[in-house]
């Protein structure tokens, strides 16, 4: 017997084989990248660290000379900046579905998850004809790329109704979006 014939005849199946075989490490190795960005993107307090990086709005404290933190700082600036004005103008547009999209799904704060504050928020809403916002005194800390809590001083009036608080939110990146995870209110005088 020849074996090159045997070999022959089931050369079909030997590259079958090959094919499956090479197909499995690439899923293999997708994974593990996957995994591996997955365990980057956490924030740093879940690595161990828990240096934060503070930060005050409008000028920050930020000393470094190198450009590429500058500019990290820049951007944090800017989207913070812009997250804020998003949330304000869905307060005062009284936009629920504005309003909450700016907050995590596993949104838990002022005794709140995030069906609860939906709820709320909309009961408000069809409260008050009109709703007035501004904020004041804005700082945060950067934990990270991925986390940052923000506080300010917020004067809130609705119709004949106002109050003056601090609020404390904690962001955190989903996807590429800023999403409120918890959010405290205290009154301020």
Do not use: C
Request: charged letters at 25%; glycine letters at 4%.
């Amino acid at each position: 017997m020849d074996i090159r014939i045997l070999y022959d005849g089931k050369k079909d199946l030997v590259i079958a084989f090959m094919v499956i075989g090479i197909l499995f490490i690439a899923v293999i190795v997708t994974i593990a990248s996957v995994i591996s960005s997955e365990d980057k993107d956490r924030p740093d307090e879940a690595h161990g660290s828990n240096t934060p990086t503070y930060y005050s709005s409008p000028a920050s404290p930020y000393t470094s000379t190198e450009p590429e933190a500058e500019d990290k700082t820049e951007d944090i600036e800017a989207d913070i900046t812009l997250f804020l004005k998003t949330w304000m103008s869905a307060w005062e547009s009284q936009s629920l579905p504005r309003f909450m999209g700016l907050y995590s799904m596993s949104f838990y704060g002022r005794n709140m998850s995030f069906s609860e504050l939906e709820t709320y928020q909309g009961g408000i809403f069809g409260e008050f004809s009109t709703i007035e916002l501004s904020i004041s005194n804005i700082t945060y800390t950067a934990y990270s790329d991925e986390r940052i809590t923000v506080t300010f001083v917020q004067v809130l009036t609705m119709d004949d109704y106002s109050d003056k608080g601090k609020v404390t939110m904690v962001l955190e990146r989903e996807y590429e979006d800023w999403k409120i995870v918890s959010e405290t209110w205290q009154p301020y005088h």
